[in-house]
C-alpha cells in the first residue's frame, strides 16, 4: 500500500498549525497560539505563514518608517554623515526592507548595504535600533577595513561596538523587551551575549565556546571604543 501525505488533521495533531489561509483557520491557528495548543514547530510554521501574508504590508511599514527615520532621527543622521565623511553613502536605495526566512533583525554587506527583516521589526524604534546597528558596522567596515568572513576577531569586534553604541542594549530595551531584569552590569552583559550570538553564528566559528573566547580576547579595547561618538549615545 502506497504510503499516504499527512493531512492537515494530522498536522494539528502533532503541531497544533493547521495549513490554510482562509479567513477561519487563521482564526483557529490564533486560538491554538494563545491557548498554547502549539509546540514549538507549530509556532514557526504559524510565524513563516503570517510573514508570507503579510509580506507587502510589513515592507511597505519598513521602508516609510525607513525613510522618516534617514531624515529625522539624531543616531541615524549622526551616523549617515559620520559614514559620508569617510566616503560611503547610506540612502534608502541601499537599506532594503525585505521579508527575512531567518529569526533576525537585519545584515550589513559591503557590496549589497544594509537588510531590514521587515516581518521582524516590532515597531519604529526596534527600526532605529537595527538601523543604527548596521550603520556602526558600515562605519567600521570604511574606517578599519574589516575582515568579515575569516577573521573573527574582526567580527567580535564589529559586533561589539555595533551592539553598545546603537541602543540596543538600553536598559528600558532589554527590561521591558527582553525581560532580562538586571540593574547592574546590564549593558555590558547584553552586549557580551549578542556579540557571542552573533559570531557563534558564523561559518568559520566552531562553536558558542570559540565564540565567547573570541570576544573576551577584544573585549576591552572594542568596547572602550566609542567612536564615531564621543561616549556611548544611549
Known amino acids: 500500500m502506497a504510503n499516504q501525505e499527512p493531512s492537515s488533521t494530522d498536522d ?3 503541531t497544533g498549525h493547521v495549513a490554510g489561509d482562509d479567513g477561519y483557520t487563521r ?46 532621527s539624531p543616531i ?17 536605495g541601499n537599506v532594503r ?3 527575512c526566512g531567518t529569526r533576525q533583525s537585519g545584515g550589513f554587506d559591503p557590496n549589497y548595504g544594509i537588510q531590514i527583516c521587515a516581518n521582524e521589526m516590532r515597531n519604529r524604534g526596534h527600526l ?17 577595513k574589516l575582515d568579515w568572513r575569516d577573521n573573527l576577531r574582526h567580527a567580535a569586534c564589529a559586533e561589539i561596538r555595533a551592539s553598545s553604541l546603537s541602543g540596543e542594549c538600553r536598559w528600558t530595551r532589554e527590561f521591558f523587551t527582553r525581560a532580562q531584569w538586571k540593574v547592574t552590569q546590564q549593558h555590558q552583559e547584553c552586549v557580551r551575549r549578542r ?28 568596547f572602550a571604543d566609542t567612536r564615531p561618538f564621543d561616549e556611548i549615545y544611549r
Open 76 to 92: 541615524i543622521r549622526f551616523m549617515r554623515d559620520n559614514i559620508n565623511q569617510l566616503g560611503g553613502d547610506i540612502h534608502n
Open 27 to 72: 482564526w483557529r491557528n490564533l486560538f491554538s497560539l494563545l491557548t498554547g495548543k502549539m509546540d514549538e514547530v507549530g509556532k514557526e510554521q504559524y510565524r513563516v505563514a503570517r510573514d508570507e501574508r503579510m509580506e507587502e504590508a510589513d515592507c511597505k511599514r519598513c521602508e516609510s518608517q525607513r525613510d522618516f527615520l534617514l531624515q529625522y
Open 12 to 14: 494539528e495533531k502533532t
Open 195 to 222: 556579540a557571542i550570538l552573533s559570531v557563534a553564528g558564523r561559518p568559520s566559528c566552531k562553536d558558542d565556546v570559540q565564540a565567547a573566547k573570541v570576544v573576551n580576547e577584544v573585549w576591552d579595547s572594542c
Open 128 to 144: 532605529e535600533d537595527t538601523m543604527a546597528h548596521e550603520m556602526v558596522h558600515a562605519y567600521d567596515h570604511l574606517r578599519f
Open 97 to 99: 526592507c525585505r521579508r
